[in-house]
């Protein structure tokens, strides 16, 4: 990153009152909030792509950030966390035809981590992601591969 007088741009940007940095990603895009809130604590403070009055605008960025050409079919919008993500991080059912790019309900598809923060899953129940099945462990909440889970070895002694 170029350097004035041992200043970072980013830290040039950040020394501005914070009035007028708000001012400025007023006029920005969604892409350039989305870099720029990506560059230090303080700017994703203050971009917070997030925020309830950007909503709309996120969530076409998102719809449009996961066609790119070099994305399909192999990422996938998160509307809970916000982010695409790749495909191994959704069940089967959130990136088939019904909940594919484009289908009418995409906006409700869930990485599986926001699905099992957010409770979508009972505990026990089996789920298929990357065509194999998955059990959601009682005591650790993470989906795992078998009948033990690694992580805390709960399902062993059920």
Same mark, same amino acid.
């Given at each position: 990153m170029p350097t004035v007088n041992n200043y970072t741009d980013a830290s040039l940007l950040a020394a501005l009152p914070e009035e007028l940095c708000l001012a400025i990603i007023d006029e920005l895009d969604m892409p350039s909030i989305f870099a720029l809130s990506e560059t230090s604590r303080f700017f994703n403070r203050l971009a917070n792509p997030t925020a309830d009055s950007r909503r709309p605008l996120l969530t076409e960025f998102l719809l449009e950030a996961q066609d790119l050409?070099?994305?399909? *079919?192999? *990422?996938?919008a998160c509307f809970a966390c916000n982010k695409i993500?790749? *495909?191994? *991080?959704?069940?089967?059912?959130?990136?088939?035809?019904?909940? $594919?790019? $484009?289908a009418s309900q995409e906006k409700t598809r869930h990485c599986v981590q926001c699905a099992v923060k957010e409770g979508h899953f009972a505990l026990a129940s089996v789920v298929t992601q990357y065509s194999r099945e998955r059990v959601l462990c009682a005591q650790c909440k993470k989906l795992i591969g078998g009948?033990?889970?690694?992580?805390c070895r709960f399902c062993k002694t059920v």
């Amino acid at each position: 990153m170029p350097t004035v007088n041992n200043y970072t741009d980013a830290s040039l940007l950040a020394a501005l009152p914070e009035e007028l940095c708000l001012a400025i990603i007023d006029e920005l895009d969604m892409p350039s909030i989305f870099a720029l809130s990506e560059t230090s604590r303080f700017f994703n403070r203050l971009a917070n792509p997030t925020a309830d009055s950007r909503r709309p605008l996120l969530t076409e960025f998102l719809l449009e950030a996961q066609d790119l050409p070099r994305w399909k *079919r192999t *990422r996938f919008a998160c509307f809970a966390c916000n982010k695409i993500l790749p *495909r191994h *991080r959704f069940i089967d059912s959130q990136v088939a035809t019904i909940l $594919g790019k $484009g289908a009418s309900q995409e906006k409700t598809r869930h990485c599986v981590q926001c699905a099992v923060k957010e409770g979508h899953f009972a505990l026990a129940s089996v789920v298929t992601q990357y065509s194999r099945e998955r059990v959601l462990c009682a005591q650790c909440k993470k989906l795992i591969g078998g009948v033990v889970c690694d992580t805390c070895r709960f399902c062993k002694t059920v």
